[in-house]
């Protein structure tokens, strides 16, 4: 038997190993990739909100000074005011702290007055300011805001400009003290230890959680200008990069609109995506507990499936060897035990079937193979003895005794072999019961066990069946220089029919005088000549051509009886002819058994 190339064992374990495992790689690869959209999603909303309330701020912060400024300015320039003017810049130094001086300058350009936190305060015409850029720029767009500079490179400041509603009023410019955004930019916590920075155009920094950064006045202007180019390449998005610190970052970018600077919020990458590792890990570990789970499973499912069919193939592998007895036990409540049902019960049938067919093949040693499935088939009780009208057959072969004298042994098992042959194919096609063979001698009854419509027409056409057949191979015997002949005797009548014998070995036969009377016409009966009583004469009519040849003393009757003998088509086409040679010997030694006195 081929040996599978890969077991059944094998294919369970792995089909239902992936069944389960794929499934939960999938479901964790999902749902960490949704996870991480959330998160994107969630920490770039919370980099916009911060961001934009930093920049609102700031807006807010200029604004307010702007507007300071703008009170400052709101009335027209006249002769003799400049001390007013000197009181009002004071007091907007008082209640702006960012502003660190302040120039007021007249409608010509002139400074009129230039109050500060940090120099001479001075009053009265002073130089001319009109192309200065704060000037210029206030005068064209009513409000200017300078770039970021670093005084004694540290803090940083800008200047700011305010016109005038009217050309008459002037503009006033102010120093501002960006040092305060500090408290703006400080008070902003994103996560942990995620923050918000702002730069300017250049790329310096103008606020930092860490005021000692922006106190270095502006320097790693270069590192900053890349992280503010990266961030603001994503339009608003937040991106990966790396902060100002060298180390990885999510951060987004908000442009302040007035002042133009950009407010960037970011978070440690660690920290930005501390939940995506945790639910990372956490989807490991399940699939870790899974995987160990569907190894345990489909180990055990894989066995319980293995394990019974191994059990249908060794029940198989042993009712093929004939052991139909086996049986299979498996419990497991499914189609499986009802598989193994179904094999226990094919293997009870297979044993029946086995027992029948050895009855069959004893029957037809005896029997015709058709009468012995007839009988299978049929009441047992056919072989129970019983009384029976029964057509007894005798033959035996003329001149045997003389050729096995002469003969080598092989010549006459030879002869004896083609002889049973012959009489064996006759009686199977008649469906008679062949008793047995004894040497040269057959014993054939009609009409039992199984019972037949004309068993005396059948008994006389199986005896000329016989003869014909024996005499086409006495022709051949005869060419090799044997003297060999055939004669058959029948009658009919009543005997007792059954099996007999012991345990060990039993026969089916017949018992009675009509056995008796058979094998004396046979022992009368010459080559080639099939002799019938007076009984069998009367049950076939004219359905054959009969003669008779007189009455005959029988061994074991008190008188003669009258014998027939069988002239027919199918005797004279086999050559048949009258009444043989009664110098020929009749040896019935083998069939002595058959006959009752």
Request: include cysteine.
């Amino acid at each position: 038997m081929t040996r599978p190339r890969r077991s059944l064992f094998f294919k369970y374990f792995i089909t239902l190993f992936v069944a389960v495992v794929v499934p939960l790689v999938l479901g964790a690869i999902t749902e960490a990739w949704f996870a991480f959209r959330d998160n994107r999603l969630y920490l770039n909303e919370i980099l916009q909100v911060e961001a934009r309330s930093a920049a609102d701020r700031i807006q807010a912060f200029t604004d307010g000074i702007r507007d300071q400024l703008g009170w400052v300015v709101q009335f027209p320039w006249t002769e003799g005011e400049d001390d007013r003017r000197r009181i009002d810049g004071l007091r907007l130094l008082q209640q702006v702290p960012a502003v660190v001086s302040l120039s007021m300058i007249d409608p010509s350009g002139i400074e009129r007055v230039f109050v500060s936190r940090v120099s001479m305060n001075r009053a009265g015409r002073g130089s001319d300011m009109s192309a200065d850029p704060p000037v210029a720029g206030a005068r064209a767009n009513r409000v200017w805001y300078g770039p970021v500079h670093y005084r004694r490179d540290s803090e940083p400041y800008m200047q700011i400009a305010v016109a005038g509603n009217r050309a008459a009023a002037g503009v006033v410019v102010a120093d501002i003290n960006l040092k305060l955004i500090w408290d703006i930019i400080a008070a902003i916590k994103i996560g942990d230890t995620g923050h918000a920075l702002v730069l300017d155009d250049a790329g310096r920094l103008i606020a930092h959680p860490d005021i000692s950064l922006v106190l270095r006045s502006g320097a790693g202007a270069g590192d900053l200008s890349r992280l503010k180019s990266s961030v603001s390449e994503a339009n608003g998005s937040a991106v990966s990069t790396t902060g100002e610190d060298g180390k990885s970052v999510v951060a987004l970018a908000v442009r302040a609109p007035n002042v133009g600077w950009t407010v960037i919020a970011e978070q440690p990458v660690l920290e930005a995506y501390e939940s995506i590792r945790a639910a990372l890990w956490r989807s490991v570990i399940l699939i870790f507990i899974g995987i160990v789970f569907s190894l345990v499973l489909a180990y055990w499912r894989a066995c319980r499936m293995w394990g019974p069919i191994r059990q249908l193939e060794k029940g198989v592998e042993r009712i093929g060897m004939g052991q139909f007895d086996h049986r299979i036990t498996i419990q497991s409540r499914d189609e499986l035990e009802q598989l193994a049902a179904r094999f226990n019960q094919m293997a009870e049938e297979l044993g029946t079937s086995q027992q029948k067919s050895e009855r069959i093949n004893r029957l037809k040693q005896f029997l015709a193979p058709q009468v012995a499935e007839l009988v299978e088939h049929s009441d047992p009780r056919l072989l129970d003895g019983q009384r029976r009208e029964v057509v007894a057959i005798f033959g035996d072969l003329r001149g045997f005794t003389a050729f096995s004298a002469r003969a080598e042994p092989d010549a006459v098992m030879a002869v004896l072999r083609q002889y049973y042959e012959a009489i064996g194919a006759v009686t199977a096609r008649h469906e008679a019961t062949l008793i047995r063979f004894a040497g040269d001698g057959v014993m054939v009854l009609v009409n039992a066990p199984v019972t037949c419509e004309s068993p005396a027409d059948r008994g006389v056409r199986l005896a000329i069946d016989m003869q014909a057949a024996v005499q086409s191979l006495a022709g051949t015997w005869s060419a090799g220089g044997s003297a060999i002949g055939f004669g058959v005797g029948v009658a009919t009548g009543a005997a007792t029919v059954g099996t007999l014998g012991y345990q060990g070995r039993l026969d089916y036969t017949a018992i009675g005088s009509v056995v008796n009377l058979a094998s004396r016409l046979c022992s009368l009966a010459g080559d080639g000549q099939v002799l019938l009583d007076s009984a069998v004469r009367e049950r076939v009519g004219n359905g054959f051509a009969l003669s008779s040849i007189g009455e005959r003393p029988i061994k074991g009757y008190d008188r003669a009886l009258e014998i027939f003998a069988v002239n027919g088509r199918n005797m004279s086409a086999s050559g048949l002819g009258p009444a043989g040679d009664s110098s020929l010997e009749r040896p019935r030694q083998g069939l002595a058994l058959a006959e009752t006195t």
